[in-house]
């Protein structure tokens, strides 16, 4: 008789569980994740009425290797580019949620008289929502289409971003089982100098190999060298220290920036979701029933600290983004649950064996409970919201109106903002990779060489100059880059007293490149003669190779550009979507070869007067048309998107997609953006109709909505007159926008240009 191995037998046996209960949790309309995690209930070692798992220890490296995958998987779907763009709203309402939950947790595990290493994971449990949970949700309720969902998408980017970082910095703590502070911003430090390395090499090096031998490269062979970086970035990332869902994480952020993301995405998703499994069985397979009924108590109070903790603080922190209540209160009833990164959070302390045997199962059991609740705090959140407007007094509620028209998505930026922006981007950034080569060159190289060339002075000599080469074209950026001329012109010739401080920030740059050339011969020379003589050669080689050195840089710079922008040069990107003002907003729909819009242009339609609905922009194959024409027409699969309200939407909708649900999309680039101008009364646009402004022509763009004395307009008119302290809400192209925000009266101009000159 053929011996079967035990693993083929444990895998056979929890795959078939897993089938079974995800057919049934499919048919009651439950999430698939709470059915995986009852399959390794009832397959696990603590529930004996089935057949149960003999060789735990191998599934558990599978499970590491599902939660690989996974973290591979959203960081395809993250791109640090994302991060920047989902807004001050997403950014201000996750960390301050985050942040309070943490301490919330901390502070309920202490007074639950756990020890600080308990209290500090549970504080990392139940800050972090489920990703998984709110998508099949708002696609279950038919939600994807309203305006706060968008705010909620932003808060899990940021709160995806947030658990990968403490994933990080528990391990650390936890194994140091120190809580100084100098130790934690050190290891803040290491963290954000390792990312800063990794990405910025990879988004270099990978995409180019990539589109090099793009033609070479089918499905499979996409497939298995996406995957062979996935583990080798695992494998680097681990020996410096660090988790490996940190390295699945960090590679996947950086194909995501490639041509090939989706593909990789579409092919991973079998491995993803057999994986992805495989962890989550293993979740309920170390579920503990006895310590679940032991702790109900506990695991009772955490639901409420959860549900009740979640929605208040990512209202209070949407409200302070300046999000109106409504928007704030879906948002934060949305959010009340806890999932899989809960889960890999409570598995890395039982892994490190530094947390006690019953958080895990008491994290499950949150999640368990927090998952059902959702759909019902999402649909709760409407009348919850009516019933408070109607208790609200009406001070509270004027004050909450102004308050968030006033934090519109519009921000001035100054030209101080941006010389310092630029002049912080050049000096870290360079100073990073300055640092980097240096380490892995001197210590790493270094020790590798010198087990086979004697260590000389001749060969240190040699050594110190192939270093110095590489990093060169970094020390000339530090020193002599200048991003942002424009503003630093206008700085310097509008304000003699402006020019103490540039003088200052120019001086700063030549002290770090200092301080970096003398890390750069302590790590090669000893002695002051040997010191002296390689910093003489470094001047005279700076002085010597000045214009070679920038050439070179520039060089680097559009490398590395040209492939973290290659999905958008390839047409993939799209536009990006700030929030509308009031109830409208952004959203795209699909033409469905059923609509009976097809066919007929855009003003034949007449979507306006109809629904009230504005079209800014159609895809098309790999076609984009932003803010089209009226003779425009529509054809069936055309991408459209729209602005207006959540109730407008549903009808129009209705219109658009015959057969098909309406698929939110958040895109990357940012073409066409929202821009609030309030008119002063030096504008020349003031006391003009909006027809005869120009603003469509100069902003290639159009008014989407009015403001003044209080009332607020949507759609208007443009035989309306645009008169002194309206706000003007602007759809069109970032640039042109910006550029319009500044037309002032022509004396004005005259009196600008007198200034300068």
């Known amino acids: 008789m053929t011996h079967v191995p035990q693993l083929i037998i444990d895998l056979s046996l929890i795959l078939t569980m897993a089938g079974i209960i995800t057919l049934i949790f499919k048919k009651l309309k439950q999430p698939i994740v709470l059915g995986y995690i009852l399959a390794g209930l009832i397959v696990g070692p603590n529930f004996s009425i089935f057949p149960t798992i003999t060789d735990i220890k191998t599934i558990e490296v599978w499970a590491e290797i599902g939660v690989i995958f996974l973290l591979f998987n959203l960081g395809l779907e993250f791109s640090f580019k994302k991060l920047v763009k989902v807004g001050s709203t997403a950014a201000i309402t996750g960390l301050f949620e985050v942040g309070f939950m943490l301490i919330t947790g901390f502070a309920a595990g202490q007074l639950l008289g756990w020890s600080k290493t308990d209290s500090l994971f549970l504080g990392g449990i139940i800050a972090i929502s489920s990703t998984t949970i709110i998508f099949r949700a708002f696609e279950e309720l038919g939600l994807k289409t309203q305006q706060f969902t968008r705010v909620v998408f932003g808060i899990l980017v940021i709160e995806d971003l947030t658990a990968v970082l403490l994933m990080v910095l528990l391990s650390t703590l936890s194994i140091s089982q120190q809580f100084a502070g100098l130790e934690l911003f050190g290891s803040i430090l290491k963290l954000f100098f390792f990312l800063t390395i990794w990405f910025m090499g990879g988004i270099f090096i990978f995409p180019t190999l990539l589109r090099k031998y793009r033609k070479l490269m089918n499905d499979e062979s996409v497939l298995i060298t996406s995957v062979a970086l996935c583990f080798g970035m695992v494998f680097l990332v681990t020996q410096a220290g660090f988790s490996a869902a940190l390295g699945a994480f960090i590679m996947g952020s950086i194909l995501a920036e490639t041509t090939h993301a989706e593909k990789i995405e579409h092919l991973l998703k079998p491995l993803k979701d057999l994986f992805g499994a495989v962890f989550f069985i293993s979740v309920g397979m170390l579920i503990n029933p006895e310590l679940l009924l032991e702790y109900a108590v506990p695991t009772a109070i955490l639901v409420l600290v959860v549900i009740f903790g979640k929605t208040t603080y990512v209202t209070m922190g949407a409200v302070i983004s300046g999000q109106p209540l409504r928007k704030s209160l879906q948002a934060g009833m949305s959010l009340s649950q806890i999932g899989e990164f809960s889960f890999i959070i409570a598995n890395l302390g039982l892994s490190l064996k530094v947390t006690s045997d019953f958080l895990y199962p008491i994290a499950v059991g949150v999640s368990v409970i927090t998952t059902f609740t959702t759909p019902y705090m999402m649909k709760a959140s409407e009348p919850f919201y009516e019933w408070l407007d109607r208790k609200f007094p009406s001070s509270w509620k004027l004050y909450l109106n102004r308050y968030s028209t006033s934090s519109g998505p519009i921000a001035k930026t100054t030209q ?27 210590r790493q190289l270094g020790d590798q060489l010198h087990k086979w060339i004697p260590e000389t002075y001749l060969t240190q000599s040699v050594h110190f100059g192939i270093t110095f080469l590489a990093i060169s074209p970094f020390l000339w950026a530090l020193v002599f880059k200048r991003s942002n001329k424009k503003a630093y012109s206008a700085i310097w010739l509008s304000r003699k007293y402006s020019r103490g401080p540039l003088l200052m920030l120019e001086l700063s740059r030549v002290l770090v490149a200092l301080v970096l050339m003398i890390f750069l011969l302590n790590s090669f020379f000893d002695t002051p003669t040997a010191l002296s003589i390689a910093g003489c050669i470094m001047v005279l ?93 529509l054809y069936p699969f055309d991408r459209i998107e729209v602005v207006g309200t959540d109730e407008q939407l549903e009808i129009f909708r209705g219109h658009v997609e015959i057969s098909t649900n309406g698929d939110l999309y958040i895109a990357h680039d940012d073409l066409i953006i929202l821009e609030r101008i309030e008119v002063k009364s030096g504008y020349n646009i003031r006391g003009k109709s909006i027809r ?37 809400w602007v759809a069109g192209e970032r640039d042109l926008i910006k550029e319009f925000i500044q037309i002032k009266s022509p004396a004005d101009r005259e009196s600008n240009v007198d200034k300068i000159w």
């Open 416 to 442: 101080w903002k941006e010389i310092l922006q630029s002049y912080a981007q050049t000096v870290i950034l360079n100073s990073v990779v300055v640092i980097g080569i240096v380490l892995l060159s001197s």
């Open 541 to 633: 080689a700076f002085a010597t190779f000045f214009r070679r050195l920038q050439i070179f840089y520039n060089r680097i710079e559009d490398r590395f550009l040209q492939n973290l922008n290659a999905r958008q040069l390839e047409g993939s990107g799209k536009s990006k979507r700030i929030l509308l003002p009031w109830d409208a907003h952004f959203a795209f729909l699909e033409v469905s070869p059923d609509s009976s819009l097809i066919g007929k242009s855009l003003q034949e339609l007449a979507i306006r007067e109809t629904f009230g609905i504005n079209v800014v922009l159609i895809e098309r194959g790999s076609k984009t048309i932003q803010l089209p024409r009226p003779t425009e027409v």
């Open 692 to 728: 005869n402004s120009q603003i469509r022509e100069k902003t290639h763009g159009m008014i989407v909505g009015l403001e003044r004395n209080g009332e607020r307009i949507l759609n208007p008119d443009s035989s309306m007159i645009i008169e002194n302290d309206d706000v003007l």
